[in-house]
Structure formats: C-alpha cells, structure tokens
C-alpha cells in the first residue's frame, strides 16, 4: 500500500504510495455519476472511499526499513450530483452544504487518537492536478502533522496573528458579515487569499448561519481570481482546522492560486524552489485592490 518516511537531512514527513500510480488519468465512466454504484443518487453531497487511497486504517506492514506503515484515511467529497458544475457557480448554501458534510466526517476522523491532523482540500477540476473533473473534494486524515500547520501554530504562540489581520482594510479583499476575505501580509503565492470569521478553532464547531457566510466569502474569493484571471489561473482552496495538542488556533480556508504563465503574473520560482522563501515581484496591498475591483466588475 504505502508508507510514511521522515527525510533525515530535511525531517521532513514523505508519504510514498505507489498504488496511487494506477489511477486512471480521466475514467471514461465517471464514477460520481449517476448510475455508479459508489454514489448514492439521493443525495447531492456525500462522502465516499477514495479507490486509490494513500493513507489506509490497515497499512501494509511489509515496508522498507526505516519506513513507517502509511495509517491514515484518505475520502473523496463528492459535492454534486450534477457532472458539469464547478465550487464558483454554486450557491452559499451548496458551498456551506459541502463544508458541514465535510467537516462533521473530519471531526470523526479527529477522534481517532492514532491521527494528529485531519485536512480538506479540493483543486479546480481539470488542470489542477485532479484525476476526475466531476466537483470533489478531498479529505486526509494524518498521523502526523505537516509542516505548514506546525508553523502556524506556532504563529499563535502570542496571540492571534489572524484577528490581528482581519481588520486591515488595504488587505481585505470582500466582507460577509463578520468574515473576511483577505490578502496575508506576506503571502506564499501571488493573490493568495485567507477566509476567516469569529475565531474557532475548528470548522466543526460553526453554527450553520456562520458556515453560510462562510460560504459566501468563499465564493467571493474565487468570483474575483476568475474575474481577474478567468481561465489562465488555477488554484487549491483548503481547509486549515487545528491539529491535536495545539494550545490556541484560528480555523481559516486558504485559496492558493496557481499560475504557469509568466505572461499573466510574474513570479519567481528558482529562489523558492530551492530555499523554501517565497519572492513576490507584485505588493500584497495592490493583489488586493485589484481582487477588489475585479469584484465591482
Ligand atoms: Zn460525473
Ligand atoms: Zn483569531
Ligand atoms: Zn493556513
């Protein structure tokens, strides 16, 4: 099946899953329609088993010395029944549909005390890396915890660097209520968008007035990419809820643009590449207004 192995130089954490290689690149049956026996055709969102799953409850044993079994859980949200539809053209209440089913099934897999982290993320159908343009998304609960979400625990070591945030209003791209689409003030990628509320520490405690709303920043986050960039970005939308044993979180989505024509944004990626340290050829503040204007529009 897989196994996890920690990189001696880096200590860094590489799941290896060579089974995942025979997933077929586009199915000529799509297995989320209607009539696949995986879906149940009575509900529109649902949750169902990822036919090629990196991370399994029952790992093979038989792994390479210095390896570790790959235990985990690795799901597929399917978010409609309707083929031909992407996350921008549906409604908030769609939207906040998908996050509370998604959400209620990652608080299970939360409390399993093997798991350490449990993350949500879905890439624009097509050309972002997905196998099956049918709307999904995905979910991986981890036996450890990733890099990134180390980092930003950290970062509330002395207080809240998220609510401190919220209220800059050069970086703030769109406002639901007390949700705000923002622009971080050191961005990792170009118009890369953080959608925060009231903070909670995880999405499975929302009330679903709040998730609507939610929702509808959400939207908002990729109405305005599209407007600015229409087909020429690609992006990553996920979920970052609080790994176990962390003293203090603030639960955000990230929007994590993608872009690979140097025609249409500027950017560098050897220093990155090669370092970890993001360059930006373009301020925070200006990714910002024109997220902004491209919303008037
Ligand atoms: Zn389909
Ligand atoms: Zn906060
Ligand atoms: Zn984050």
Known sequence: MGEIRLDALTGEVVI????????????????????????DPKKQVQIVQNKYPALSKTPDERITKGGKPAYGVSEIVVESLTHDIDLPSMDAKTVSEIIAVSHKRMFELFCDPEISYVHYFRNKPVSGGATITHPHSQIYALPFVPPLLRSEVNGFANGCPICESVNESERVVAKVGDVRVYVPFAPRTPYQMIVAGEHIEAFWHVK?????????????????????????????????????????????????????????????????KTTGTPLLDILPEEMAFSLREALKL
Request: with cysteine; charged share 15%; glycine share 2%.
């Open 16 to 39: 290896v899953s060579p089974t995942r290689a025979n997933r077929p690149v586009s199915p000529t049956l799509c297995p989320f329609c209607p009539p696949s026996q995986e879906i």
């Open 208 to 272: 679903k007035n709040t998730l609507e709303k939610i929702a509808q920043a959400i939207l908002l986050s990729l109405n305005a990419l599209e407007r600015l960039f229409s087909s020429r970005v690609n992006y990553v939308l996920c979920a970052h809820n609080s790994p176990k044993n962390a003293h203090s979180f603030h639960a955000h989505f990230e929007v994590i643009p993608q872009f690979s024509d140097k025609a249409v944004v500027r950017f560098s990626m050897g220093l990155e």
